[in-house]
Every structure is written in structure tokens, then in C-alpha cells.
């Protein structure tokens, strides 16, 4: 089965500087999607930003971009220029085919400071 | 823009009783989800279906069951609740794509379920 990983599971950082979250998965599959997911205190799950396994290129998203190592099963997020709605659980997700959905992470909770 | 919409968002229930949280996409979607979010162990798929009367048991399906008569709904039934299922459940739905990927879901707002 497949598993994600984040081990960081909390962050802070002042307003305005540079945070990135960490995220390893473990799989044998070759095609996949990695996600990154933001639960603000209101609950609602917001997708931030999405990668597909066989691109090459890294995703970005206004502020938000990843670091996406194949090799390494490494999918990292970068927040820039961080904002007080930054403020919320990130959590790193995983989905191939079948019928596993997405596999999350544990998630990481990040706090911004004024 | 995807609308999945949970039926409430906090529920109190009494050991014992049959619950039922419901679950409506209007983006079409084939798939739908039920997960449940656990401080410190992130989101756990408990069912899956890809279809209409389709279903799949997830990593944690005990004590739990699913009805998906149409589309757009995905039923989750506690057939005898217990206080270790009080918890947050998220559902929430993808398209399935032709190269049967699963990719990014769209989840409702959540239902805080507290059993006493």
C-alpha cells in the first residue's frame, strides 16, 4: 500500500518571509498524482496545488509552488511571501489508479506570525 | 465550480443508534468517498465507489456501511454507533479519467459526528 509522509507536524514562520513543507510517499507505481491540500480552521478542504508524476516540470500556483523529486518520492511545498490566510493544516496527498482514492499525510499545521 | 454538500455539520448521537450522514456532488462525478480526519492521523478512507450500487471498502470500513442508489449520492450508515466513532467524516468526489488515475477530489465541509 501506499503511504505518505510528512514529517513536520507544525511550522511557523512571520508574515511575509518563506516556509516549505516536506512530503515523502513510498510506491511502485510510475504514474501518479500528488496533491496538496489546505484545511483552515473552517474545515473545508481546498486543493492548493496539484503535480502529475510524469511531468517534469515543476507546479506552481501564484505563491505556492512544489519541489517534485521522482526519484527521491519527494514532493515539498513552497509558500512564498507567506500571509496571515495561510494559516491552516497542509496535507500532502497521494493518488494512483484503483480503488485506493487519495492516500493523505498526516498533515502539518502551519502557523504564520505577524 | 464543484459543489459537494454534507447534510449537517455537527451531529450528536446516542450509543446504539443507526446514523446516517449524506453526502450530494453536482459536478457529476463517478467517484465518491467517505473519509474520516483523526487529530494526528490525517484523513482515512473508510469507503469508495466508482459507480452507482459500486463500492469498495477502503482501510477502515468496520462498522460502517455505504448506499449509493444515485450519482450524486453517497450515503454513509453507522449501523450501531460508538463513542470510538466519534470523529470528523469528510466525504467527497472525483472524475474518474480514462487513464483511470485518481486525481483531485473535492471534498464537502465536514460532519462533526460526537457519540455519547
Known amino acids: 500500500a501506499q503511504t505518505v509522509t510528512q514529517s513536520q507536524p507544525e511550522m511557523s514562520v512571520q508574515e511575509a518571509e518563506t516556509v516549505t513543507l516536506s512530503c515523502t510517499y513510498d510506491?511502485?507505481?510510475?504514474?501518479?498524482?500528488l496533491f496538496w491540500y489546505k484545511q483552515p480552521p473552517s474545515r473545508q478542504m481546498i486543493l492548493v496545488i496539484r503535480?502529475?508524476?510524469?511531468?517534469?516540470q515543476n507546479a506552481t500556483e501564484n505563491r505556492f509552488s512544489v519541489n517534485f523529486q521522482k526519484a527521491a518520492k519527494s514532493f515539498s511545498l513552497k509558500i512564498s511571501d507567506s500571509q496571515l490566510g495561510d494559516a491552516a493544516m497542509y496535507f500532502c496527498?497521494?493518488?494512483?489508479?484503483?480503488?485506493?482514492?487519495?492516500?493523505f499525510g498526516k498533515g502539518t499545521h502551519l502557523i504564520i506570525q505577524p | 465550480d464543484v459543489k459537494v454538500t454534507q447534510s449537517s455539520r455537527y451531529l450528536v448521537k446516542r450509543t446504539g443508534e443507526k446514523v446516517f450522514l449524506e453526502c450530494v456532488q453536482d459536478?457529476?462525478?463517478?467517484?465518491m468517498f467517505w473519509y474520516r480526519q483523526d487529530p494526528g492521523l490525517g484523513l482515512r478512507l473508510i469507503y469508495f465507489?466508482?459507480?452507482?450500487?459500486?463500492?469498495e471498502k477502503g482501510d477502515i470500513p468496520e462498522g460502517y456501511s455505504v448506499s449509493r442508489e444515485k450519482k450524486e449520492r453517497f450515503s454513509l450508515i453507522l449501523e450501531s454507533a460508538s463513542t470510538n466513532q466519534t470523529s470528523m467524516y469528510l466525504c467527497?468526489?472525483?472524475?474518474?479519467?480514462?487513464?483511470?488515475?485518481?486525481?483531485?477530489?473535492?471534498f464537502g465541509q465536514g460532519t462533526r459526528l460526537t457519540v455519547v
Open positions: 467527497a468526489s472525483s472524475r474518474r479519467y480514462s487513464g483511470g488515475l485518481n486525481t483531485e477530489a473535492f
Open positions: 510506491t511502485s507505481e510510475s504514474d501518479y498524482y
Open positions: 503535480q502529475e508524476a510524469y511531468k517534469q
Open positions: 496527498a497521494y493518488g494512483a489508479g484503483g480503488a485506493d482514492g487519495l492516500t
Open positions: 459536478m457529476d462525478h463517478e467517484n
Open positions: 465507489s466508482y459507480d452507482v450500487k459500486m463500492k
